[in-house]
């Protein structure tokens, strides 16, 4: 069976663009393939540990975990959740990656140049973050990595590293899917990228201090429903989805798409043309203060004994086969 493979960092609790963006998707994903792909939902813990983390990492991956099942996740033998350094096998193939990576491309992806912005120097991991992250990847035989628009660059990367590496030693890793491959599994037009409420040119963030600007999945629901009501739009007066010249507006679409998973050129074509942006908003924030409200009831009804049985049975699969495809690297470098 092919594979599918996602992870979240649990950094802090998700914000409604992390949920719709990313969790939401793969649930949904997970939900309609499992039949027939192999589903890894894993928690980069490693990856969590080069910035900060708010509160304690480990209750963080279990509300994370508690995340995927409150949004709806049907667990089947097919499904395994799994944390990233329980693995052994994610950290010792990043570094045989980073023997046949090369700086220039690492120093070329654009997070890392956001990250590092502005700074005298900035910690080895987040340079290191996609070889790593390419090691999650690969160990997997993964094909489809449904994530975020700002993630592509690094699938790509992990591309031309499995492609490098197999010229070098024969067919050892699955090459990822082409990234418009990728965005066509997901069934999305492009990728999904929830916008700052104030500010909709740039990208939904929990680090953001503007607290009106995002939505975290604990806001109260009326609360939340208040936060899009004073969301930006524009003065042009009609509604129409363009994310260059009416990115507030569009951003209102998408969410409301995503909430009630109405396909977008639905939601567009209900409202295109209208010119009441008030009317518009009202509509999302009952969709967002509905989902919040069940959300929420769903997520404290969850057992962490439940999350934990899960993430056993998760990680001995993810051991057995990270282990096996290591072994063949390994081999292929005379470690073995």
């Known amino acids: 069976m092919k594979t599918i493979l ?34 890894n939902i894993f928690v980069p813990d490693l990856h969590s540990i080069i910035s900060e983390v708010d509160g304690d990492l480990q209750e963080n991956i279990i509300q994370t ?4 099942l409150a949004a709806g996740l049907e667990v089947n033998e097919n499904v395994h959740i ?8 994610h950290s010792e193939l990043c570094w045989i990656l980073n023997c046949v990576a090369t700086m220039g491309e690492t120093s070329r992806m654009i997070q890392y140049k956001e990250k ?12 290191d973050y996609p070889i790593l992250m390419a090691a999650d990847i ?7 990595i449904p994530l975020g628009e700002d993630q592509f660059q690094h699938i790509e990367l992990a591309r031309n590293i499995a492609t490098r590496f197999n010229n070098r030693f024969g067919e050892i890793f699955v090459v990822p899917a082409k990234t418009a491959d990728q965005v066509k599994f997901m069934g999305v037009s492009d990728g999904i990228r929830i916008r700052d409420l104030l500010t909709p040119e ?38 129409k989805f363009d994310m260059w010249g009416q990115p507030g507006i569009s951003n209102l679409l998408q969410i409301e798409s995503l909430i009630t998973d109405t396909p977008l050129q639905d939601v567009i074509s209900t409202w295109a043309g209208q010119t009441s942006y008030g009317e518009l908003k009202r509509k999302v924030a009952s969709s967002v203060s509905a989902m919040l409200s069940e959300f929420q009831e769903k997520l404290k009804n969850i057992p962490d004994e439940e999350v934990y049985k899960l993430l ?16 063949e690297v390994q081999k292929a470098f005379h470690l073995r």
Do not use: H
């Not at 690969?138 to 489809?144: G, H, I, R, T």
């Not at 004073?230 to 003065?235: E, I, L, R, V």
């Not at 056993?312 to 072994?327: I, P, Q, S, T």
């Open 202 to 239: 740039k990208k939904m963030s929990k680090s953001t201090r503007a607290e009106n600007s995002k939505i975290m999945l604990d806001d109260d629901p009326e609360k939340a429903a208040k936060k899009i009501m004073s969301a930006t739009t524009d003065s042009l007066g009609i509604i």
């Open 6 to 39: 996602t992870g979240i960092r649990s950094n802090s609790v998700l914000t409604l663009g992390n949920y719709l963006g990313a969790l939401l998707p793969m649930v949904r994903l997970a939900n309609k393939w499992s039949n027939e792909y192999q589903v």
């Open 138 to 144: 690969l160990l997997y035989s993964a094909e489809y």
């Open 82 to 89: 799994y944390r990233q350094s329980y693995v052994p096998a």
């Open 65 to 68: 975990i508690k995340y995927y």
């Open 116 to 127: 590092s912005k502005g700074q005298e120097s900035c910690n080895v991991g987040i340079f």
């Open 312 to 327: 056993e049975k998760g990680e001995k699969y993810a051991n057995e086969v990270a282990g096996k495809k290591l072994y």
